[in-house]
């Protein structure tokens, strides 16, 4: 059921995101400067995933966060079947107008804002764009992660989403 006022929801999941972002991308661009793409990637693959808790866990027990993907990485970033229909109706939204709009859905005790991630800055392409460019790197991608449907995206591109669900009334 979708929210009939969603905006405060909204605001804490928009904060979470962009922490989230920081969170992950700051630490990215700094293995990325510091030793190159394959560093990043082998950082990402190891923290990644306690980055995420970490940042779910400055924002109080009330308050979780993940991405997902319709072209995830790791396949712990797979979306449910409901995760992977809201992909889709964003990603469809995306394309019409261009604007990415956040959706916040109500479920049960919870309020859940999936936030658009569209590729937006050039050191994203470097391991999710045309990585055939570089060949170690797409070998390190294979080797961390043999399923990966996560590159060939161009500037602009729909990405995915940060899941930030929320317990209602806390």
Do not use: W
């Not at 995933?49 to 970033?77: C, H, M, W």
Request: glycine residues 6%; aromatic residues 6%; charged residues 30%.
């Amino acid at each position: 059921m979708l929210l009939a006022n969603p905006s405060s929801y909204e605001q804490t999941a928009n904060k979470v995101a962009k922490e989230l972002l920081k969170t992950l991308g700051g630490n990215l661009k700094k293995h990325l400067k510091a030793n190159g793409p394959i560093d990043a990637l082998q950082f990402c693959s190891q923290n990644a995933y306690n980055l995420t808790q970490t940042v779910s866990d400055k924002f109080g027990e009330n308050i979780d966060v993940k991405r997902i993907s319709l072209k995830p990485r790791n396949p712990a970033n797979t979306p449910s079947d409901e995760e992977a229909k809201i992909l889709k109706k964003m990603e469809e939204a995306y394309k019409s107008s261009n604007k990415p709009k956040n959706v916040v859905v109500e479920k049960d005790d919870k309020v859940v804002v999936y936030k658009p991630l569209i590729i937006k800055k050039k050191a994203c392409l470097i391991c999710h764009g045309d990585v055939n460019k570089r060949p170690k790197l797409a070998k390190a991608i294979k080797d961390i992660y043999p399923a990966d449907k996560a590159t060939g995206y161009k500037m602009g591109d729909f990405r995915g989403a940060i899941v930030v669900t929320i317990k209602k009334g806390k």
